[in-house]
């Protein structure tokens, strides 16, 4: 059955739960036969946008080009999954205006966890200053206040965290 092409957009600190709930929900979409495109911060960052750093001009261009991209696929039936910080509500509102079937999520989880979790040991090389502009260390963090899917990342299991969105879009009628 062809579905309606959507964005489901993660945005939050590093390592609060993003592109391992962005892995999850692409093998569900798929076992739905759904058409399914991640784009993946650390994948588009080495590629389409490996000529950008962290100022928040670059982390703007980065979120511009990503965007630009979501939206050709959101318009041609695909569900897209979308993984970045994305730590400014300015931008995250650019978006939504430019995909339109745009969902938020918002991988909510407190930074002293996330950075207990350091998956990549990008919070230990942030403290230390061997890397700078971290977000959630000597870098902003707009928290969303117009998400449409909260999940709390350090109170659910990943299943859960999932779940919550599926029933979500469920409702919104995004799923066949
Ligand atoms: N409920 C949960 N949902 C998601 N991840 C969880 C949850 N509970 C524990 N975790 C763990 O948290 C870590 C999240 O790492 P992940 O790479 O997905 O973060 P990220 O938000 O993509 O970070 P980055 O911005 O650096 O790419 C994983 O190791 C995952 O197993
Ligand atoms: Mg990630």
Known sequence: MEHKGFTLWFTGLAC??????ADALAEDFKKRGMKVEQLDGDIVRKSLTSDLGF???DRNENIKRVTFVAKLLTRNGVAVLASFISPYNEIRAYSKTEIGDYIL???KCPLEVCEKRDVKGMYAKARSGEINNFTGIDHPFEEPNDADII???DKQ???ESKQIIVDALEMMGYLP
Do not use: A, F, M, R
Request: zero cysteines.
């Open 151 to 153: 999940v709390e990342t």
């Open 157 to 159: 299991t990943i299943e």
């Open 105 to 107: 999520v918002y991988v």
């Open 16 to 21: 609060s739960g993003k592109t391992v709930l």
């Open 55 to 57: 100022t928040q001009e």
